[in-house]
């Protein structure tokens, strides 16, 4: 299963966290550091996973952007590599330019992990109830 | 009142939002601190206010924060107040801010219950799904308990959206709650066949993680799954089943022969995209059951290869871009996964996996050396090793390096020295590792050495060499760093030059070695090491030099101990301070008989005669505890926690003392002999040399109470570390291959005579061919101390025998059934079948699962039927077939006969049960009137494979009236309506010492009785169910103290008769 889910930039700051598991608050900044600084610390040619203490760690780079899963042993590497991607051009198709809107990038999210698992990967039904909440608001 | 709104919406143009508290955050870079406190001290005064737009504001950016790693727990209530805005707006952010702070322990969390319902069952899905998909985040087993029915109810809703996030968090619920899975599994597994894929992949999601707990349970499912792989095309689903079947295959051998089919198929159709390596990659986990056949290994296994040596699978070139680095690692993954089964298939493709041990990218690296644990075999460990070395050499970085050290002694040592047919080669190997630079492992290094001295006797001359070198050498070792690890190898150096020092060439310059003022500087333990075992060579020396006629040498000799050892003397370290001061004043003492030429050398040796043996790890256990002696109570009191914090080292005095019988000479000084006697006790308790040492003695290694803080000489050596005149090892693998070829040519003449004398036998003898394992001797013979001991080998016998008795026995015995009890006295059948007798060993069990009467909804418009499910267990240790399944109809109820057989005949279940394997079975009956609970009584014939006997077991089938209810929702209003209509006949009863929470007790009869809670006021509370055939049932319960009383209301007086029975037995059970 998934267990964190983490969008960090390259200065190490986290931009986004989700946890599926729960972690202490203290430790969790700890935790943070320690897997970016794994993932910064490769190059662009190396492979996407990294064997982090007890779990594993899939990880994408775009631009600036790093979006870094970690996962249990019995979870599908390949899968959340693409799930990844996946969860990318969902938020490249919402937003036409990546900008900083946290609780859309959460509902989007919840939209396609719960408890760890994936739930959903087609984009449009991810997207259909955030639309639907923005014609709410809008109206 | 107006003035307030006015003033409200006016501050409320100065309050900051999210974008403008992340913007001021990146703004105030210098003290990032203080300004977001002042940003709380705002958050604070927001959340007092009444308006709930400043308050959801306020927990949005609390929100924000708490992801920077702020605590907000002290909002935990606001956030329960924004949670229940009617505003959808609001009420998500309330959620999303729950969902992020709220864990298990929040107090608060009590307080949600009831919003949490009112949410999920509102007519807005949004509002559901977001209560769903925020509970999923905080769900505690007291929410999990209350709302599992709620959420159960969910599952079946119109809207996918919502039954797919149903389904899912139903498995958080089974975790929290587990007595919630009984009635919500038929469900979740209608759920499998749902017409949404969304849905479908929730429900293949969740009883995937459940199946992975217990496999078992869930062996019936397999057709349907089965049915999926086929049909599905969503890759995410298919990667799940097939790891389902991985986990099921175990318990099913046939599964895997009817896999590989549809695998193969599955392969195939996903060649042209990078499904293939999903599909390999889930498929390897499954591949280790040896079920599957070579064939289809073979295949997923060239596909995986291809991408490998290729780096870019052509197929996948046109459309993907997937990075070389992460299909090499993928395919390395895999690769270790055939290798449980196939290791031949692997192995063929070393070449490969060593090349990737150049790879620039460290994971990579590391999944290459896994497998090559794996690979190794007589004729290639050396090969291998060879390779591994000169990526020692090559490596940066200490953890890498680090790695492939352990790596290297993990491959030699692995199953008692196996592969290795020449521990000279190891031995220098091990010589070599200690050149690494920084490593942490020297202890490693050193067990290593110590093992294979002690327990390779051929081998100890060449040994005893090697470490005589290294001691003379040892400032290339120590040179460097003081904390580095390496010098662990002295202690194992130093010990084994002393233990077996009868095969120096020159134990006097060892020995001279061994008292250098250098080694002072070395960690306490390797000190007290290094006393112990000059005193060894010591005696060694005498006994050498005594049988000379020039007794000068001898007494030299005991000169330089005599001016050596008081720098010992002076160690900080107890231990060797001890040491020292006790071989001090034993030298001088012979000292003085050597001037009187009193020849000692034969009382000095005696204090270290005797050979030690290898002990097996469980050796203690056959040793008999004497009788009064209690080895868990205590001899002195336990020390108080303040004294375990005294500065004396520990484990100096209070190590186990492993004793070994050395005969022992009382010639010398009695007390000088006992304090000798001790310190040697001491000595050995420090020596590992307990094969596979428990943790307690490689405990003992990093013992090294500070000499860090003593000055050191540096010295910088820029060269590459060589010491001089030790063998390479490279030298063996090639003295290795001269070796095997001389053995061959032997053989071979061997042979040749052999044929040569039997000629006029047989006409031809094939050539030997390319050597196999089995040709390649060792050079050496490793003791071998393994846990078997020769007695156990009739032990076993005995028990054979017996357990054959046994079972005989067992035939004989009567069969005894069990009826499984379980706790829902509710569920719709109970099977009695205590009447037959059989004369084979089988313990039938069947039990039901409390399935819900109609549980599927298309028989809702078929008020006439019940769906009955029987889980057959076979508990036997026979095969079973043919199992016909039939039930005596009664006027009322009547089993559903295919078309065209008889009212008599039995129904065939369809499918065999293996030894201890349980299957479930459906059948539906008509049902005319279900007023009154009714007992079926029924038969299940079946035929014993091994005897070929027809057997019989004689059930009842209990159709309580509760099994007639579905849970079906209803909203207050609309069950006033119904109280109000008037229509309804009332019934009442009391359950008197009832001792459980309300809360539970409406799960209970929520559970057991499929009703659902319409509304609940403090220790009061309205439940609604409606029965197939469309009678409502109304419930109010009240409770005080340990009195419930239930009056009930339904348009059919008798059904309602029942059911309240049935409700009332159903407490007076617990």
Same mark, same amino acid.
């Given at each position: 299963?998934?267990?964190?889910?983490l969008m960090?930039?390259r200065q190490?700051?986290t931009?986004?966290?989700r946890?599926y598991?729960?972690?202490?608050?203290?430790?969790?900044?700890?935790?943070e550091a320690?897997?970016v600084? $794994?993932?910064l610390s490769r190059k662009?040619d190396q492979?996407?996973f990294?064997? $982090?203490?007890?779990?594993?760690?899939?990880y994408?780079?775009?631009?600036?952007?790093?979006i870094?899963?970690?996962?249990t042993?019995?979870e599908?590497e390949?899968s959340?590599?693409?799930l990844?991607?996946?969860?990318?051009?969902?938020?490249d198709k919402?937003f036409s330019r990546?900008?900083?809107?946290?609780?859309?990038?959460?509902i989007i999210l919840d939209e396609?992990?719960?408890?760890?698992?994936i739930v959903e990967?087609n984009?449009?039904?991810?997207?259909a109830?955030?639309?639907?909440?923005?014609?709410?608001v809008?109206? | 009142?107006?003035l307030k709104i006015v003033?409200?919406s006016?501050?409320r143009?100065?309050?900051?939002n999210l974008?403008?508290?992340v913007?001021g955050?990146?703004?105030?870079?210098?003290d990032?601190?203080?300004?977001i406190? @002042? %940003?709380?001290d705002?958050?604070?005064?927001?959340?007092?206010?009444?308006?709930?737009?400043?308050k959801?504001?306020?927990v949005?950016?609390?929100?924000y924060?708490?992801?920077?790693?702020y605590?907000? /727990?002290? !909002?935990?209530?606001?956030?329960v107040e924004?949670?229940?805005?009617?505003?959808f707006?609001?009420?998500?952010?309330?959620y999303?801010?729950? /969902?992020q702070c709220?864990?298990?322990?929040?107090d608060?969390?009590?307080?949600?219950?009831?919003?949490?319902?009112?949410?999920?069952?509102s007519?807005?899905?949004y509002d559901t799904?977001?209560?769903?998909?925020g509970?999923?985040c905080?769900?505690?087993?007291?929410?999990a308990?209350?709302?599992?029915?709620?959420?159960?109810?969910?599952?079946?809703?119109t809207?996918?959206?919502?039954?797919?996030?149903?389904v899912?968090?139903?498995?958080k619920?089974?975790?929290?709650?587990?007595?919630?899975?009984?009635?919500?599994?038929?469900r979740l597994k209608?759920?499998?066949e749902d017409p949404?894929?969304?849905?479908?992949s929730a429900?293949?999601n969740v009883?995937c993680?459940l199946?992975r707990?217990n496999?078992k349970?869930?062996?019936?499912?397999?057709?349907l799954f089965?049915k999926?792989?086929?049909s599905?095309t969503n890759?995410w689903v298919?990667i799940k089943?097939?790891?389902?079947?991985?986990?099921l295959?175990?318990?099913?051998?046939?599964?895997g022969?009817?896999?590989?089919e549809p695998?193969t198929?599955?392969?195939?159709?996903?060649?042209?995209?990078?499904?293939l390596i999903?599909? %390999?990659?889930?498929?390897?986990?499954?591949?280790?059951k040896?079920?599957?056949?070579?064939?289809i290994?073979?295949? %997923?296994?060239i596909?995986?290869?291809?991408?490998l040596s290729?780096g870019m699978p #052509?197929?996948s070139?046109?459309s993907?871009?997937?990075?070389?680095?992460?299909v090499?690692?993928?395919?390395?993954l895999?690769?270790?996964k055939i290798?449980k089964?196939?290791?031949k298939?692997?192995q063929?493709?070393?070449?490969?996996?060593?090349?990737c041990?150049?790879?620039?990218?460290?994971?990579?690296r590391?999944?290459?050396?896994?497998?090559l644990?794996?690979?190794?075999?007589?004729?290639?460990l050396?090969e291998?090793?060879?390779?591994?070395m000169i990526?020692?050499?090559k490596?940066?970085?200490t953890?890498?390096?680090d790695e492939l050290?352990t790596?290297?002694i993990?491959i030699?040592?692995q199953s008692n020295y196996?592969?290795?047919?020449?521990?000279?080669?190891?031995?220098?190997?091990?010589?070599e590792?200690?050149?690494?630079e920084?490593?942490?492992h020297?202890?490693?290094?050193a067990s290593?050495?110590?093992?294979?001295a002690?327990?390779v006797?051929?081998?100890?001359?060449? +040994?005893v060499?090697?470490?005589?070198?290294l001691?003379?050498?040892?400032h290339?070792l120590?040179?460097?760093?003081?904390?580095?690890?390496i010098?662990?190898?002295l202690?194992?150096?130093?010990?084994?030059c002393?233990?077996?020092s009868e095969?120096?060439?020159?134990?006097?310059?060892?020995?001279e070695a061994m008292?250098?003022?250098?080694?002072?500087?070395?960690?306490g333990?390797?000190?007290a090491?290094?006393?112990q075992n !000059?005193?060894?060579l010591?005696?060694?020396?005498?006994?050498n030099?005594?049988? #000379?006629?020039?007794s000068t040498?001898?007494?030299e @000799?005991?000169q330089?101990?005599? =001016?050596?050892?008081?720098?010992f003397v002076?160690?900080?370290?107890l231990?060797v301070q001890?040491?020292?001061?006790?071989i001090?004043?034993l030298v001088?003492y012979?000292q003085?008989?050597?001037?009187?030429?009193v020849e000692?050398?034969?009382?000095?040796?005696?204090?270290?005669?005797?050979?030690?043996?290898?002990?097996?790890?469980?050796a203690?256990?056959?040793?008999?505890?004497p009788?009064g002696l209690?080895?868990?109570?205590?001899?002195?009191?336990?020390?108080?926690?303040s004294?375990?914090?005294?500065?004396? &080292?520990? +484990?100096?005095?209070?190590k186990?003392?492993?004793?070994?019988?050395?005969?022992?000479h009382t010639?010398?000084?009695?007390?000088?002999?006992?304090?000798?006697?001790?310190?040697?006790?001491?000595e050995?308790?420090?020596?590992?040399f307990y094969?596979?040492a428990?943790?307690s003695s490689q405990k003992?290694?990093?013992?090294?109470p500070?000499v860090?803080?003593?000055?050191v000489?540096?010295?910088?050596?820029?060269?590459?570390l060589?010491?001089?005149?030790?063998?390479?090892s490279?030298?063996y693998?090639?003295?290795?291959e001269?070796?095997?070829?001389k053995?061959?040519?032997?053989?071979?003449?061997?042979?040749?005579?052999k044929?040569?004398?039997?000629?006029?036998?047989r006409?031809?003898?094939?050539?030997?061919?390319?050597e196999s394992?089995?040709?390649? @001797? &060792?050079?050496?013979?490793?003791?071998?101390v393994?846990?078997?001991? &020769?007695?156990?080998?009739?032990?076993h016998?005995k028990?054979k025998?017996k357990?054959?008795k046994?079972?005989?026995?067992?035939?004989?015995?009567?069969k005894?059934?069990?009826?499984?009890h379980h706790?829902?006295?509710?569920?719709?059948?109970s099977v009695q079948?205590?009447t037959?007798?059989?004369e084979?060993p089988?313990?039938?069990?069947?039990f039901p699962l409390?399935?819900?009467?109609? =549980?599927i909804?298309?028989?809702l418009?078929?008020?006439?039927q019940?769906?009955v499910?029987?889980?057959?267990e076979?508990?036997?240790?026979?095969?079973?077939?043919?199992?016909?399944f039939?039930v005596?109809?009664?006027l009322?109820?009547k089993?559903?006969?295919?078309?065209?057989?008889?009212?008599?005949?039995?129904?065939?279940?369809?499918f065999q049960l293996?030894?201890?394997?349980?299957?479930e079975?459906?059948f539906?009956f008509?049902v005319q009137?279900i007023?009154m609970?009714?007992?079926?009584?029924?038969t299940?014939t079946?035929?014993?494979?091994?005897?070929?006997t027809h057997?019989?077991?004689?059930?009842?089938?209990?159709?309580?009236c509760?099994?007639?209810l579905?849970? @079906?929702p209803?909203?207050?209003?609309?069950f006033?309506?119904l109280l109000?209509?008037g229509?309804?006949?009332s019934?009442?009863?009391?359950?008197e010492?009832?001792?459980?929470?309300?809360?539970h007790?409406l799960?209970?009869?929520?559970f057991?009785?499929h009703f /659902?809670?319409v509304?609940?006021?403090?220790?009061?509370?309205?439940?609604y169910?409606?029965s197939?055939?469309?009678?409502?049932v109304?419930?109010?319960?009240?409770?005080?103290?340990q009195?419930?009383?239930?009056d009930a209301k339904c348009?059919?007086?008798t059904?309602?008769?029942n059911v309240?029975d049935?409700?009332k037995?159903t407490?007076s059970q617990?």
């Amino acid at each position: 299963m998934i267990k964190f889910v983490l969008m960090v930039n390259r200065q190490g700051q986290t931009r986004l966290s989700r946890y599926y598991h729960s972690v202490e608050l203290s430790r969790r900044a700890a935790l943070e550091a320690d897997v970016v600084r $794994y993932c910064l610390s490769r190059k662009k040619d190396q492979c996407s996973f990294v064997e $982090y203490k007890d779990f594993k760690l899939v990880y994408r780079q775009y631009a600036a952007l790093y979006i870094v899963v970690g996962i249990t042993d019995s979870e599908n590497e390949l899968s959340i590599y693409e799930l990844v991607h996946n969860f990318v051009e969902v938020l490249d198709k919402y937003f036409s330019r990546i900008m900083f809107n946290l609780d859309r990038v959460h509902i989007i999210l919840d939209e396609m992990i719960q408890n760890g698992h994936i739930v959903e990967t087609n984009k449009s039904r991810i997207l259909a109830p955030l639309t639907t909440i923005d014609k709410m608001v809008d109206s | 009142m107006a003035l307030k709104i006015v003033k409200g919406s006016i501050d409320r143009m100065f309050d900051k939002n999210l974008q403008d508290l992340v913007r001021g955050i990146r703004n105030h870079k210098e003290d990032e601190a203080k300004y977001i406190s @002042t %940003c709380i001290d705002e958050i604070k005064q927001e959340l007092k206010q009444d308006n709930i737009a400043v308050k959801a504001n306020a927990v949005c950016k609390l929100t924000y924060l708490q992801m920077l790693g702020y605590d907000v /727990s002290w !909002a935990a209530f606001n956030i329960v107040e924004v949670m229940s805005s009617s505003k959808f707006t609001y009420k998500r952010i309330g959620y999303l801010a729950a /969902s992020q702070c709220f864990h298990e322990n929040t107090d608060v969390i009590m307080l949600t219950t009831n919003q949490i319902r009112k949410d999920l069952s509102s007519p807005n899905q949004y509002d559901t799904g977001v209560a769903l998909t925020g509970l999923s985040c905080f769900v505690t087993p007291d929410l999990a308990r209350d709302l599992a029915n709620d959420i159960m109810t969910l599952m079946s809703h119109t809207k996918p959206y919502i039954r797919k996030k149903a389904v899912l968090i139903m498995y958080k619920v089974f975790l929290k709650y587990p007595e919630s899975l009984r009635p919500a599994f038929p469900r979740l597994k209608e759920k499998l066949e749902d017409p949404d894929p969304g849905v479908q992949s929730a429900a293949v999601n969740v009883i995937c993680e459940l199946a992975r707990r217990n496999p078992k349970n869930y062996l019936s499912l397999a057709p349907l799954f089965f049915k999926l792989m086929t049909s599905s095309t969503n890759n995410w689903v298919l990667i799940k089943i097939i790891k389902l079947f991985g986990a099921l295959t175990p318990l099913e051998p046939r599964l895997g022969k009817k896999l590989i089919e549809p695998l193969t198929n599955l392969i195939h159709r996903s060649f042209s995209s990078r499904v293939l390596i999903f599909i %390999c990659f889930g498929f390897f986990k499954l591949a280790h059951k040896k079920s599957f056949s070579d064939v289809i290994v073979s295949l %997923c296994y060239i596909t995986v290869l291809i991408s490998l040596s290729s780096g870019m699978p #052509n197929h996948s070139a046109s459309s993907v871009f997937l990075r070389i680095s992460v299909v090499k690692y993928l395919g390395l993954l895999a690769m270790s996964k055939i290798l449980k089964t196939h290791p031949k298939s692997v192995q063929s493709h070393k070449d490969l996996i060593l090349q990737c041990l150049d790879d620039k990218d460290e994971s990579i690296r590391l999944r290459a050396l896994d497998l090559l644990y794996g690979m190794v075999s007589k004729k290639n460990l050396m090969e291998i090793v060879k390779k591994l070395m000169i990526h020692v050499d090559k490596a940066e970085g200490t953890t890498y390096r680090d790695e492939l050290l352990t790596k290297i002694i993990d491959i030699c040592s692995q199953s008692n020295y196996q592969y290795i047919t020449n521990f000279e080669w190891y031995i220098s190997i091990l010589v070599e590792l200690t050149r690494l630079e920084g490593t942490r492992h020297g202890h490693l290094i050193a067990s290593q050495m110590l093992d294979v001295a002690i327990r390779v006797k051929a081998i100890r001359v060449f +040994a005893v060499a090697q470490m005589a070198t290294l001691l003379d050498n040892a400032h290339l070792l120590t040179g460097n760093m003081q904390r580095n690890g390496i010098c662990e190898v002295l202690y194992a150096a130093a010990w084994i030059c002393g233990e077996f020092s009868e095969h120096l060439e020159n134990p006097v310059q060892t020995l001279e070695a061994m008292l250098r003022p250098k080694v002072a500087t070395l960690p306490g333990h390797i000190q007290a090491v290094y006393v112990q075992n !000059a005193a060894k060579l010591f005696a060694t020396i005498l006994k050498n030099q005594e049988g #000379n006629t020039d007794s000068t040498a001898a007494q030299e @000799t005991s000169q330089m101990m005599i =001016d050596r050892l008081p720098l010992f003397v002076q160690s900080a370290n107890l231990e060797v301070q001890e040491r020292a001061s006790c071989i001090l004043q034993l030298v001088k003492y012979i000292q003085k008989l050597q001037q009187k030429d009193v020849e000692v050398a034969e009382e000095v040796s005696a204090l270290f005669a005797g050979e030690l043996n290898p002990v097996a790890p469980k050796a203690q256990k056959k040793v008999p505890v004497p009788e009064g002696l209690d080895l868990d109570a205590w001899i002195n009191e336990p020390p108080s926690e303040s004294e375990s914090e005294d500065e004396q &080292p520990k +484990a100096i005095f209070t190590k186990e003392e492993p004793k070994h019988s050395r005969p022992r000479h009382t010639e010398v000084d009695e007390k000088e002999l006992a304090r000798r006697r001790e310190a040697r006790k001491q000595e050995q308790a420090n020596n590992p040399f307990y094969i596979k040492a428990s943790p307690s003695s490689q405990k003992v290694y990093q013992e090294a109470p500070g000499v860090e803080h003593i000055p050191v000489v540096q010295i910088d050596l820029s060269v590459p570390l060589k010491v001089p005149g030790l063998p390479m090892s490279d030298q063996y693998v090639k003295l290795e291959e001269e070796r095997r070829q001389k053995e061959r040519a032997e053989k071979k003449k061997k042979e040749k005579k052999k044929r040569k004398e039997k000629r006029s036998g047989r006409g031809k003898k094939h050539d030997s061919g390319p050597e196999s394992e089995e040709d390649i @001797t &060792p050079a050496h013979v490793v003791d071998i101390v393994t846990e078997e001991m &020769p007695e156990k080998s009739s032990k076993h016998k005995k028990k054979k025998q017996k357990k054959e008795k046994e079972e005989k026995e067992k035939k004989k015995k009567k069969k005894h059934h069990h009826h499984h009890h379980h706790s829902d006295g509710g569920g719709e059948e109970s099977v009695q079948n205590g009447t037959v007798e059989e004369e084979e060993p089988l313990t039938f069990l069947v039990f039901p699962l409390p399935r819900k009467v109609c =549980d599927i909804q298309g028989n809702l418009q078929d008020g006439s039927q019940v769906v009955v499910s029987v889980i057959f267990e076979n508990k036997s240790d026979s095969f079973l077939k043919s199992m016909e399944f039939n039930v005596l109809d009664s006027l009322n109820s009547k089993l559903q006969r295919p078309e065209g057989s008889g009212p008599h005949d039995g129904l065939t279940v369809p499918f065999q049960l293996p030894p201890g394997v349980s299957n479930e079975a459906r059948f539906v009956f008509t049902v005319q009137s279900i007023v009154m609970p009714q007992k079926l009584k029924g038969t299940l014939t079946f035929i014993v494979k091994d005897s070929s006997t027809h057997e019989k077991l004689d059930f009842k089938l209990h159709f309580t009236c509760t099994s007639y209810l579905i849970t @079906t929702p209803c909203y207050s209003d609309a069950f006033a309506k119904l109280l109000e209509s008037g229509d309804l006949k009332s019934s009442s009863v009391r359950l008197e010492g009832v001792n459980m929470p309300f809360h539970h007790l409406l799960a209970r009869i929520c559970f057991h009785h499929h009703f /659902s809670v319409v509304e609940r006021i403090d220790s009061c509370a309205s439940m609604y169910s409606r029965s197939i055939q469309g009678h409502h049932v109304c419930l109010l319960v009240k409770t005080s103290g340990q009195t419930v009383s239930i009056d009930a209301k339904c348009d059919e007086p008798t059904l309602l008769g029942n059911v309240l029975d049935e409700i009332k037995q159903t407490f007076s059970q617990c």
